[in-house]
C-alpha cells in the first residue's frame, strides 16, 4: 500500500474479516539473540541460559525465553497490523505450542477475525489471530490481540460490527505439557526451594527490583524484535502526540516482570499460555516499574508427576515504591477498575517442577 514503494501499513478501512496477513521478513534466531535479550531483562531462569540444565531434562537444545519467541513473532505482524495503531489493547487465548531453539527460523500469519468501528469515526477496533510457525512449518506460538487503529478517510462508512467474545481464559485441560522429564530438575539450578506443591491459590508474592526504564534499552530491545512502530522511536513525530514523547513498548514491561518474577517463583521454567492482558496505562522513560503475582489456579497434566502449571496473575507498577496498602497488594479500585498505579495486568499459564 502507498505511493511509490514506500510501505505505510494499514489504517482501519483496509481491513476486511477473515483477510490473511502473511507478515513479511522471516527471522533465524541465534545465541546472540538469547544473549542480548537477557542483557536487557536480567533474566535469570536457568532453563533459557545454560544448556546443561536443558539437556539434564531431555532437550537437544537450549531453547529461547518464551517473551523473546513472543515479541518476535508480535514484532513481524506490526508493519501489517498496528503500524498506525492508536493503542494495542490486549490479548487471549495465547498457547506456547512448542519450544523455539537456537537456528530456528519463525515466520507469522494473521487472520483478521474482528472489526469495530469506533463512535468517534476517526478509528476502530481490529481483532487477529496470530500464529508463528517454525522452518518446519510447525505452529510455535499463537495468540489473539485487538489494537485500535487510525481511520485515514473518515469518510468512508463503518464496516459492519463483528467482535467474537475471547474473555475466556485458557481452560486447565487446554494447556500444552511441557517437552523434557522435569523429575530431573533440580533447586541447585535457582536456589529456590518453592515448587509446584508449595503454591497454592491466593498466594500474592511481591517480586521487588525496581528497574527504571532507560530510553535507549527500550529502544534496543523493541528493535531487537524488528518492530518499527513509529511511536516508540520517532520523538519529533512523538512530540505533537497527546503525551508529547515517544512511548515503551508494552511488550518491553511484559519482560520486565517475567524476569522480576524470578524472586518467588524461581523455579518457573517457561510459559504455557497467555490467557489475557491489558496495557493500561503507558511507560516512559524515567518511569520505575515494580512487579507482583497471584497464583490464581494451579493445574496437573495426566501422566506427569514431574511437573504442573500454575496460573499466574502478573501485576506491573510504575513509579510506586510500595506494592501493598493496608495489607493488601495495589491492583485495582473500589469500583473494580485497575489503580492509577497499574501499568499491565496480564493473566498467564507457567510450568513449575513439582516436588518429587
Known sequence: MGDG????????????????????????????DASLYQALYGARNPLFCARPVA??????????DSWLVFHIVFGKTVADISRHAVA???YAQGLFHAPVFVGDTLTARSEVIG???????????VMVRTSGM???????????RWVMVKKRDTNLPA???????????VAPAQVPPPQGDFSHWQADYTGSEAFFDDYQTGMKISHGDGTTLEEAEHMLATRLYQ???????????????RFGKRLIYGGHMMSHVASMAFNGLGNLAGYAALNGGSHAAPCFAGDTIYGWSEIVDKTAFDGRDDVGALRLRHIVLKNRLQQAENGDFIDKKENGDLAEEVVLELDVWAYMPRRL
Open 5 to 32: 514503494h514506500m510501505m505505510e501499513g494499514r489504517y482501519f478501512e483496509h481491513f476486511t474479516l477473515g483477510d490473511i496477513i502473511e507478515h513479511g521478513v522471516p527471522r533465524s534466531l541465534s545465541e546472540g
Open 55 to 64: 539437556e539434564a531434562i531431555g532437550l537437544n537444545n537450549m531453547p529461547l
Open 88 to 90: 494495542n489493547l490486549g
Open 115 to 125: 472489526l469495530r468501528q469506533n463512535k468517534s469515526g476517526e478509528s476502530g477496533l
Open 134 to 144: 517454525n522452518q518446519h512449518g510447525e505452529t510455535v506460538l499463537s495468540y489473539l
Open 159 to 169: 464496516p459492519e460490527t463483528v467482535w467474537p467474545d475471547m474473555a475466556a481464559p
Open 227 to 241: 518492530n518499527n512502530a513509529a511511536v516508540h522511536f520517532d520523538a519529533h513525530m512523538q512530540s505533537q502526540s
